[in-house]
């Protein structure tokens, strides 16, 4: 299981942890090098404005959002926003099974 026991957050450090503690076969930096490989791969495809699928886990989808006018919420003034690529994420159907109804407590 890779969840985080506090339920608020899990640091890349107890991720390679967890995933060292399942496949003990494994050593850690063989583990630390798929970890980065596959986030590495994940980020290169985004930049490159490919959509990454993961099957069973979700879309990784980046969009551009075009330069606007927007307020200062704290002001009210206008201000220019930039164009920007915003990152997009869809959840699988394993994982909204697994969210709405859950094996583990919690």
Do not use: C, W
């Not at 995933?19 to 850690?28: G, I, K, M, N, Q």
């Not at 930096?29 to 798929?34: D, G, K, R, T």
């Amino acid at each position: 299981m890779f969840y985080h026991e506090e339920g608020i957050s899990m640091l890349r450090s107890q991720l390679i942890a967890k995933l060292v503690e399942t496949h003990s076969h494994l050593p850690r930096p063989v583990v630390e090098a798929a970890l980065n490989a596959i986030l590495n791969a994940i980020t290169t495809g985004l930049a490159h404005g490919h959509r990454v699928e993961l099957r069973k886990f979700g879309n990784f989808t980046s969009k551009v959002q075009e330069a606007r006018m927007a307020s200062d919420p704290r002001t009210g003034e206008a201000v220019s926003v930039e164009r920007k690529r915003i990152l997009r994420f869809r959840a699988g159907g394993h994982i909204l099974d697994r969210l709405n109804h859950p094996t583990t407590p919690g």
